[in-house]
């Protein structure tokens, strides 16, 4: 289990050495070219293997039904506790900055950290739990209410009904969301996956949780002692309200070890790092989202050890 960790740390950790190499491309762009790397390719090859082949019980739903759950509930209690926040002891804190803290406490890094960590903890054959998590529940509602809250808290100028349209063509220009439309047509035709398909798809899954570690590191920024009172609620929101609530669907469900475990782990991880495309397309505070990023991501590596042994 420390192994698993202490790898994936190493891999994080090389993605921060990423920045002071000379005469390399900047984090930025690597991390934009890796992330479309991931989402158009290796993601969608490795989706439909695994959806394919993941069992077809009621957990196919659970899942998708927890992540949202488990979402939207740490969405309203961000939503709470910084409207308490801001009216009381944090009076200087822009609608920039709560938008972002708000979104960053909500949403995890289902795929770029969860992928890795539950699959070099539980193994290969429960890799379709963070596939699902995130491609069926957390990336449909970043690009529909998390694009309500980011346009909410800029106060811009387009309709619903233009934010909906908006939406909605993101979401349509996800591969993934048609890999597992793919993956699950053929689990339920029963239609058996070409040889060489399964075997692209192996060598996809083995380079995505290198590279997203790596892109991990390269998303990292020291946080400022002046933000930490501002980052501590959305982290403890993201790193122990998610899994606490995540427990509660699994009781709920009535599931096993080891999926039961992988779920709530999966409900623990830190701050989705694809939330920093949203916060700055809709010009946002991202710099007060990155230090979200790097310290619920540093903790993780504590808290989620402390989730699985609990």
């Given at each position: 289990?420390?192994?698993?960790?202490?790898?994936?740390?190493?891999?994080?950790?090389?993605?921060?050495?990423w920045r002071f190499i000379p005469g390399v491309p900047s984090p930025m762009i690597?991390?934009n070219a890796i992330s479309s790397l991931v989402i158009q390719i290796l993601l969608?090859?490795?989706?439909?293997?695994?959806?394919?082949?993941?069992?077809?019980?009621?957990?196919?739903?659970?899942?998708?039904?927890?992540?949202?759950?488990?979402?939207?509930?740490?969405?309203?209690?961000?939503?709470?506790?910084?409207?308490?926040?801001?009216?009381?002891?944090?009076?200087?804190?822009?609608?920039?900055?709560?938008?972002?803290?708000?979104?960053?406490?909500?949403?995890?890094?289902?795929?770029?950290?969860?992928?890795?960590?539950?699959?070099?903890?539980?193994?290969?054959?429960?890799?379709?739990?963070?596939?699902?998590?995130?491609?069926?529940?957390?990336?449909?509602?970043?690009?529909?209410?998390?694009?309500?809250?980011?346009?909410?808290?800029?106060?811009?100028?387009?309709?619903?009904?233009?934010?909906?349209?908006?939406?909605?063509?993101?979401?349509?220009?996800?591969?993934?969301?048609?890999?597992?439309?793919?993956?699950?047509?053929?689990?339920?035709?029963?239609?058996?996956?070409?040889?060489?398909?399964?075997?692209?798809?192996?060598?996809?899954?083995?380079?995505?949780?290198?590279?997203?570690?790596?892109?991990?590191?390269?998303?990292?920024?020291?946080?400022?002692?002046?933000?930490?009172?501002?980052?501590?609620?959305?982290?403890?929101?993201?790193?122990?309200?998610?899994?606490?609530?995540?427990?509660?669907?699994?009781?709920?469900?009535?599931?096993?070890?080891?999926?039961?475990?992988?779920?709530?782990?999966?409900?623990?991880?830190?701050?989705?790092?694809?939330?920093?495309?949203?916060?700055?397309?809709?010009?946002?505070?991202?710099?007060?989202?990155?230090?979200?990023?790097?310290?619920?991501?540093?903790?993780?590596?504590?808290?989620?050890?402390?989730?699985?042994?609990?």
């Amino acid at each position: 289990m420390n192994t698993v960790f202490v790898a994936y740390l190493i891999l994080i950790s090389l993605g921060i050495v990423w920045r002071f190499i000379p005469g390399v491309p900047s984090p930025m762009i690597m991390r934009n070219a890796i992330s479309s790397l991931v989402i158009q390719i290796l993601l969608p090859l490795l989706t439909i293997a695994v959806i394919a082949k993941a069992p077809m019980t009621e957990i196919i739903w659970q899942i998708p039904i927890t992540a949202v759950f488990v979402t939207l509930s740490c969405l309203f209690i961000a939503w709470c506790i910084y409207a308490v926040l801001r009216k009381t002891i944090m009076r200087d804190m822009s609608d920039a900055t709560m938008g972002s803290l708000i979104i960053g406490s909500a949403w995890c890094n289902a795929t770029y950290l969860g992928l890795p960590i539950i699959t070099g903890i539980f193994g290969q054959e429960l890799s379709f739990i963070p596939v699902l998590y995130d491609v069926l529940a957390l990336t449909p509602l970043l690009w529909t209410i998390g694009v309500f809250i980011a346009g909410y808290f800029r106060a811009d100028e387009q309709s619903h009904g233009e934010r909906l349209q908006s939406s909605l063509k993101k979401i349509l220009r996800l591969p993934p969301i048609y890999a597992v439309i793919i993956g699950l047509t053929l689990r339920i035709c029963s239609i058996p996956i070409p040889e060489i398909l399964l075997h692209v798809s192996e060598i996809a899954g083995k380079a995505v949780p290198p590279i997203m570690m790596i892109s991990v590191g390269m998303a990292l920024t020291v946080p400022k002692w002046t933000s930490l009172m501002k980052l501590l609620p959305g982290s403890m929101i993201r790193l122990f309200i998610g899994p606490a609530l995540a427990s509660l669907a699994v009781m709920v469900f009535g599931m096993q070890y080891p999926m039961g475990k992988a779920l709530i782990m999966e409900s623990g991880m830190p701050t989705m790092v694809l939330t920093l495309a949203l916060i700055d397309m809709y010009d946002l505070d991202a710099e007060i989202l990155s230090h979200l990023i790097a310290f619920t991501t540093i903790s993780s590596f504590i808290t989620l050890q402390f989730h699985l042994l609990s």
